[in-house]
């Protein structure tokens, strides 16, 4: 999958799930507002020890194969 073919969206975490799986809801003004993906960190993220918590705001980059599944990309304050 190439770099360019990724939607980049913004959500809000709704529930942690082990092994570093999150589900996110989609809060930014598109089609897929209200639904909830699952979402998985970034290597960045997980490199740096960046941790995610429940009601965090995320930017999430979805595939336009499987709009049910992302990763986390950057964590918002």
Avoid: Q
Wanted: charged share 30%; net charge positive.
């Amino acid at each position: 999958m190439a770099k360019d073919e990724v939607i980049e969206l913004e959500g809000k975490v709704v529930e942690v799930m082990p092994n570093a799986i999150f589900k996110v809801e989609i809060i930014s003004e598109c089609p897929m507002k209200g639904h909830v993906i699952n979402a998985h960190l970034s290597g960045k993220l997980r490199m740096n020890y960046i941790w995610i918590l429940l009601g965090d705001k995320v930017k999430v980059e979805v595939s336009i194969y499987d709009l049910t599944k992302g990763r986390i990309t950057w964590r918002s304050k």
